[in-house]
Structures are given as C-alpha cells and as structure tokens.
C-alpha cells in the first residue's frame, strides 16, 4: 500500500469498521432494551408487517372473548330469574297442595290465596324487570332475538352466535300458564291494559289455586296442580335452551383463548428477542468499536510517517 499524505486509507477503513461496530453495538442494546428483534420495519419488512397483523387480531380476539363472556353473563342473569320465578311457581304449588286438603274453611283458604296472590305479583314484577345492559329479556321485545359477536370476521356464520328470541319469551304468570301461545304479540307488559289483564289473571288464578273459584266449570286445588305442573315444566325447559346456548358460548370463549395462545406464541417467536444472543452481540460489538476506535487512532498518525522521509 503506497505512503500518501493526501488520502489516508488505513483511516477510512477503520472509520468504516467503527461505525458498523457502533451500529450494531446500538442495535443489541435497541433489542435487549425493548425486548424484541424487529423494531422497525427496516430490520424485516416481511416480519414487521406480519407482526402487526397478528397484534391487530390479538386486539380484536380480546374484544371477542369479552363479547362472549359479557353473552354467557347475559344468559346466565336470565337463568338465575328463571331460578327465582321457579322457587315462587314451587311454593304456589306446595300452597294449591295445602289448598287442595278439605281440612281447611274459606279463612284458610283466603289466607292461601293472599300468599298466592302475592308470589304471582313477585312473578310477574320479575318478568318486567329482568334486563342486562338496558336489554329487556323477560317481556317479549327480544323476540326477534340478537346476536353475540364472538369471532372477529364479518361473516355472521363464522363470527357471531345467534341468540334464537324463543330464549328471550315473556315470563309472566299469563304467559308461563298459556305456555306463551297467545302472550307474545305486543312485546309490552307496562300498558295499562294489559297490567289490568295480568292482575286479573292472577287473581283468578290464585282463587281457583285456593279452591275459592265458583264459576261455571271451576276447577278444584286439586285440579290446579297439573295447570302448574305444566308451568314447571315450560320453565324448566327454557332453563334446559338457555343451558345449550350457554354451552355454545363456552365453547366459543374455549376457542378465542386457543387462538390467542396460538397467535402469541407465533408473534413471540418472530418478534422477540433472545436476550442471550443480543447480549452476545452486545459484547461482540462492544470490543470491536473499542479496538476500532484504538486502531482510528494509530491510522490517524500514518501519514505523519512521511515527515521522516524529508
């Protein structure tokens, strides 16, 4: 290599070396400092574009799964009120048993009639308050149903579980007696029409529980029991379709927490980074700007070699 003054090579080629020592030595405490190899798109375009793709599925799974968990919520409210109406439908059975006894006179009876009276109004005071997130869901305006986002596609059929209306049925004492076969059509039970039809079907009711009917073709306490049994049992099989919807959604949120599991691992292995080699790097590139920076020196003092040719 020729001894010039004017342009010292040695000096550039150790300026070169320190600056890609330097920018590596940047780069490991970069990726040691935040955690992961790939912090801009210039250090993998592919893998920075991959990653935030998977990071936007994430976000949108973690809404799914609370979509999910807020639908089982939603369902599992309407069971308990289910539970609730039960437990009074149980006790006016036990009381129209009692009534059904010939030990018992008209004051009897009319005090059976009194508590029956009064669990058909808590019946009924349910029904009409039953609601989850200002959706009302004992009283017939859910009728057309709704649908619970669980996926995060746009397709209904790939995304989102459909809440069928017959889960949402009006759970009044007039409706739970008819089975809801003539009490679905105006979704309303707040009219002032239709809370006069309603007290009167539970006093009714309640008279012919208690054996105090005298109508033409009265039924007996007696008699009654079956007319209740049925109620049990239109109650119990809508806690049975409410249970079948509440599995599906279980399922589903099983579903979103083995995707996201799937897609973190995926994002960690492309993204993260491995502390034991950057901190290898580190060291790597930590000598090597050291001794570039030594070397930069000596260079620096090779052009004055030729004063000692003059």
């Not at 070169?16 to 801009?40: P, W």
């Not at 579903?255 to 995926?266: A, H, L, R, W, Y």
């Not at 950057?278 to 570039?292: D, G, P, T």
């Amino acid at each position: 290599m020729a001894l010039t003054i004017n342009t010292n090579l040695s000096s550039m080629i150790v300026q070169s070396n320190l600056s890609k020592a330097t920018t590596s030595l940047n780069q490991a405490i970069e990726r040691m400092t935040t955690g992961y190899k790939i912090n801009h798109a210039s250090d993998n375009a592919a893998g920075y574009s991959i990653a935030r793709n998977w990071e936007a599925r994430l976000g949108s799974l973690d809404v799914a799964a609370d979509n999910a968990a807020t639908g089982a919520d939603m369902l599992s409210t309407l069971e308990d009120n289910y539970a609730l109406i039960s437990s009074h439908v149980q006790r006016v059975r036990d009381l129209t048993e009692q009534a059904a006894n010939g030990t018992y006179g008209k004051q009897s009876k009319e005090a059976i009639q009194s508590e029956i009276t009064a669990r058909l109004e808590e019946i009924d005071r349910i029904a009409a308050n039953c609601e989850f997130n200002g959706q009302n869901m004992m009283d017939g305006t859910l009728k057309a149903g709704l649908a619970i986002q669980v996926g995060i596609e746009g397709t209904a059929s790939k995304s989102q579980i459909a809440l069928a209306g017959e889960l949402f049925r009006r759970a009044d004492v007039k409706s739970l007696v008819a089975n809801n076969e003539d009490a679905d059509d105006d979704g309303s039970i707040t009219a002032d029409g239709e809370a006069t039809a309603m007290a009167n079907a539970r006093k009714d009711f309640a008279k012919k529980c208690a054996g105090l009917d005298t109508g033409t073709g009265a039924k007996t306490a007696a008699e009654m029991l079956s007319t209740i049994d049925n109620m049990i049992n239109t109650i119990s099989g809508r806690i049975t379709t409410l249970g079948a919807a509440q599995n599906r959604i279980e399922s589903a949120i099983e579903s979103i927490g083995v995707q996201t599991e799937n897609i973190t691992s995926s994002l960690s292995t492309l993204r993260d980074a491995d502390v034991a080699t950057e901190s290898s790097n580190y060291i790597k590139a930590q000598i090597l700007q050291q001794a570039s920076a030594t070397l930069l020196a000596t260079a620096n003092q090779t052009p004055s070699i030729a004063l000692n040719l003059l």
